[in-house]
């Protein structure tokens, strides 16, 4: 062929239309909206900075479970937007250290102490006075229509009426002697300090004038709850807000809502939120989270208690509010009541003005998402809504609204009457916090939580589970790091039992992240990590006695369940793999320390193992066990035979001595068993042997009474 029959060309070639192919699409974020009451996608409003506002406690008492199931919760929620989605998140928590219940306790227990003083020698006078306490704490239970707070009453006024004879009996005698006064005296008060210290505050306390005793009172119980959050392994909030230091904003925030239109002043100084004028707007909506709630009679008496406090509610005070649904903004404040001047006179804030004004202090117009507990929806957020769009006179405040679920104790709502109250404090004695979070993290976030022996059990089971699964993984580094030696390359080529494994937990990974995707779902979550720890122990079983194990597979699948159980604290950072084997937190130090003479260790015990079997010599196979079981046990080591081969891991000690009397405890019962056995089939035997030797002699009498009735020989003839 010449050059002349070569076809000319009419330029460079050009790349076809192409495309990149695309099964599926992948998730999106939603978020549960108890605004909407549905799961909208999740769109920040600046970009990739997410502005969140939780309502924190307020600071009366010790924090309980009802106060982890929000705050835990919610500590979840926020690591995983920040460490999962990668978003900045800003987190703003108050604490309410301004409200009727403190003030009523503080004034309490200034009064109670005292009183005590003054009387705690005094039998006959605290006697009477009790009694007198007594009778008013009657009529109170008697007209008290909560039947839980009724039934807690009562049980408090039982507690009082069994010793109510033996007062009455030691006050008539007067016979109490001066040696045994006092200690009669503190015991009475003991038993009837919150009957007494009710009275006390009815007639005396609006003579309590000593403002720092409430502020006191709430930085006790704020430092404490604190230190409940700590010990729940809950992130501190990037800013805390206090009520006690944001009253000028507050004072500032409620004059924009009065010149807005939305607000009136009443003739004794307080400020109260006009719902009538707020809703009569056409660009505003009054209770947007629970608009059932709006003109509901029964539901607005319930919650108004509650919302105004109990101090505050007063014939005068209600006849002057324009609707049932108005609330209070700012409230003047009584005599025994602490107070800051304010162009309306000497008052406090009211309970549902103090999040708005501070989360606008420190969020601006416009927040992300505002969490709380589910029982906060109506009236606490609906107001906050409210108030906030009459502050800015605009309809939309904020995005998302986040409700936890509620808390149950064994099936039931907690309750100091039902006697299944349960400090923060009392279940970190009974658990520990990891196993806390896995039970919070067995369910999801806004569905009811049963806090119970039997969920509790479920979550220590999951933590026991994967804390064998990562030992388990260490051990079989180590091995594979000893066999290994100088290699350039460990790869091993993946065969079918690797390539199975390993495809069904790539595709766990994507249920995994739907799963964080729809809600964050984190039951969904842990289940899919229990399936996959399934799969991975009966990869490990399967493989481990023909040699085949693949230890960098399992590494990479127990480093991605660390990771994610670190994005739910479950495990603290630094470990590669599993959870800390030390309180210290140097378990790892600990163990590149210790390994190398502990796997000295369990290589001499698995070699006089097998010599000891070939000798038959039985006194060296029990030494090795009373190393295994009872030496190595003290220094947190645990050795398992497997597959003719030594598992080595570092455990706590103290789990390991409660296995050992878990074991000894068995084998206790087992030998129990088996020598009652053994008595049984001694007495079966025994009984046998007598029904034998029954028969024996039955048969023998028979024999005796047949010879008897045959005639003699000569008659026979």
């Known amino acids: 062929m010449t050059s002349s029959s070569i076809a000319p060309t009419s330029g460079r070639r050009k790349m076809p239309p192409w495309e990149p192919f695309s099964s599926k699409e992948a998730p999106q974020l939603k978020i549960y909206n108890s605004l909407t009451r549905r799961k909208d996608v999740f769109r920040p409003i600046d970009g990739n900075q997410v502005k969140l506002y939780i ?317 709380g507990g589910f029982d906060l929806k109506f009236p606490h957020h609906d107001n906050e809504i409210a108030q906030c769009e009459a502050y800015f006179d605009d309809s939309h405040w904020v995005n998302y609204f986040l409700h936890c679920g509620t808390l149950r104790i064994a099936g039931s709502k907690m309750s100091k009457s039902l006697k299944n109250f349960i400090s923060i404090r009392l279940a970190i004695e009974q658990y520990s916090a990891r196993q806390i979070r896995i039970l919070f993290l067995m369910h999801s976030w806004n569905d009811a939580l049963d806090y119970s022996p039997q969920t509790m059990e479920h979550a220590c089971h999951f933590e026991r589970v994967s804390k064998e699964f990562f030992l388990l993984v260490k051990d079989l580094l180590r091995k594979k790091k000893e066999s290994d030696g100088n290699e350039a390359s460990s790869f091993k080529k993946f065969d079918n039992d690797a390539l199975q494994l390993f495809n069904k937990f790539y595709a766990s990974k994507a249920v995994i992240h739907e799963a964080m995707c729809d809600s964050i779902d984190t039951r969904k979550v842990i289940e899919t990590i229990r399936s996959i720890l399934t799969e991975s122990n009966t990869y490990i079983t399967t493989t481990e006695a023909t040699g085949t194990i693949n230890a960098d597979l399992l590494f990479t699948i127990a480093q991605y369940i660390t990771r994610i159980l670190k994005i739910f604290g479950v495990i603290p950072e630094g470990n590669d793999i599993g959870y800390p084997t030390d309180a210290s937190g140097g378990c790892e130090n600990k163990e590149e320390l210790l390994m190398p003479y502990l796997s000295a260790l369990a290589t001499f015990r698995e070699n006089v193992r097998n010599m000891a079997r070939t000798a038959k010599n039985s006194d060296i196979l029990k030494e090795c066990d009373v190393i295994r079981d009872e030496v190595l046990p003290k220094l947190g080591v645990r050795l398992e035979d497997r597959a003719n081969q030594t598992t080595l891991k570092l455990e706590d000690p103290e789990v390991l001595e409660k296995e050992r009397l878990e074991k000894d405890q068995k084998e206790l019962e087992k030998k129990q068993q088996k020598e009652a056995a053994r008595l049984q089939a001694e007495a079966n035997k025994k009984a046998k042997e007598e029904k034998k030797k029954q028969q024996e002699l039955q048969k023998k009498k028979k024999q005796e009474e047949a010879s008897k009735k045959q005639p003699p020989p000569s008659e026979q003839q």
């Open 55 to 371: 309502c924190g406690p307020t600071v009366y008492d010790s924090a309980h479970m009802g106060h982890a199931r929000a705050y835990l919760s919610f500590d979840i929620i926020r690591r995983v937007l920040s460490q999962y989605f990668n978003y900045d998140v800003n987190y703003v928590m108050n604490i309410t250290d301004i409200d009727d219940k403190i003030i009523k306790r503080a004034r309490q227990n200034f009064l109670f102490d005292e009183y005590q003083a003054k009387n705690k020698g005094d039998f006959y006078t605290v006697g009477r006075d009790v009694m007198k306490a007594l009778e008013e704490f009657r009529e109170k239970v008697e007209v008290e229509t909560d039947p839980d707070k009724k039934k807690m009453l009562s049980d408090m006024l039982a507690k009082v009426n069994t010793v109510a004879m033996s007062i009455e009996k030691k006050l008539q005698e007067k016979s109490l002697s001066p040696s045994n006064m006092e200690n009669e005296t503190v015991d009475l008060l003991a038993n009837a300090k919150d009957i007494i210290s009710d009275s006390l505050d009815k007639r005396l306390g609006s003579t309590v004038n000593d403002q720092s005793i409430f502020a006191k009172l709430a930085k006790k119980f704020e430092n404490e709850f604190m230190q409940d959050m700590n010990l729940l392994n809950v992130m501190p909030p990037h800013i805390l807000t206090r009520v006690s230091e944001y009253v000028p904003e507050i004072i500032e925030y409620v004059e924009k809502i009065i010149n807005n239109g939305y607000a009136y002043v009443t003739s004794d100084g307080s400020v109260y939120f006009d719902s009538t004028t707020f809703q009569a707007n056409p660009k505003h909506f009054y209770a947007k989270l629970v608009p059932e709630a709006f003109n509901d009679t029964e539901n607005e008496a319930k919650h108004m208690k509650e919302g105004e406090g109990e101090l505050s509610i007063s014939a005068d005070r209600l006849q002057e509010k324009k609707s049932n649904s108005d609330f209070a903004l700012w409230k003047t404040s009584k005599p025994g009541e602490p107070f800051w001047e304010s162009p309306w006179g000497k008052g406090r804030p009211g309970w549902h003005i103090e999040c708005s004004a501070m989360s606008t202090a420190i969020c601006g117009n416009k927040l992300d998402i505002h969490a």
